[in-house]
């Protein structure tokens, strides 16, 4: 596996790789890496013959008030893990690299609507931060394809758009959330919780989940299914930012008649912000 820094050594790689024929699957990250991120990398290997993985923690995705300075930056111990999941190369750029004309000069690619909600309201700014950085991302590694996890849908849900708007030649694919053996969904962000809200963070899953067999059995009351979930969730010890049942395809308030749903939320638990989503197939 090797590991490369700049624009010229990251080239010099992948011509290598076209000049032989071989498809490149780009996995972006953020580092400090768990189960999950490498359940792409796995993912990725079935898609093409190379496999690359971006660590970058990208600035422009953070709001003022978030976690850039404190993100974990563990490089030695995620190439470490990297040997043995799959990747052939590790794409570590410095600021320079990604934002060549600085930050406050730096083009910045938009996605309106599907970006005006959930994650994208609380967090305003994020969503332009994160498109624009993996479009950067595709420009530097022109891959044949893209690898992003479920657990953040609304942020592959937007990349599939911002793909598809500007005609990028890159095949988006979504792997599933990996779990813990209680359920909770596996986070980088996870590390910030202590020991007793550890024990109360599987309730976001558990009430989704039960939220998903409602669906199934033909419920579709859908405002109050949310409320009452909100409600639950409360009560367990969560700060709820988001509860919402909604189409699976582009996020849009579902009519009783929809066949695909997607039941997402987002809830603080102390210093830790909890994403979650399952997939409804009606």
Known sequence: ??????????????????????HIALVPTMGNLHAGHLSLVSLAREHAERVVVSIFVNPTQFGEAEDFDQYPRTLERDTRRLKTSGADLIFVPDIETMYPFGLKDATTISVPRITE??????????????????????????PDSAIFGQKDYQQQLVIRHMSLDLGLPVSIITGETVREDDGLAM??????????????????????????????????????????????LTEGGFEVDYFSIRRAQNLEIPDRDCDELVVLAAAQLGKARLIDNIIVTI
């Open 117 to 142: 909600n959930f994650c994208g309201a609380n967090r305003p700014g994020h969503f332009d931060g994160v498109t624009s950085v993996v479009a950067r991302l595709f420009a530097l590694v022109q």
């Open 187 to 232: 986070s980088s962000r996870n590390q910030y919780l202590s020991e007793e809200e550890r024990a109360i963070a599987p309730l976001l899953y558990d009430v989704i989940s039960s939220v998903g067999s409602e669906l199934q059995n033909g419920r579709r009351d859908f405002e109050k299914i949310e409320v009452e979930s909100m409600t639950k």
């Open 1 to 22: 596996m090797i590991v490369v820094h700049s624009k010229k050594e990251l080239d010099e790689q992948l011509d290598d790789w076209r000049q032989h024929d071989e």
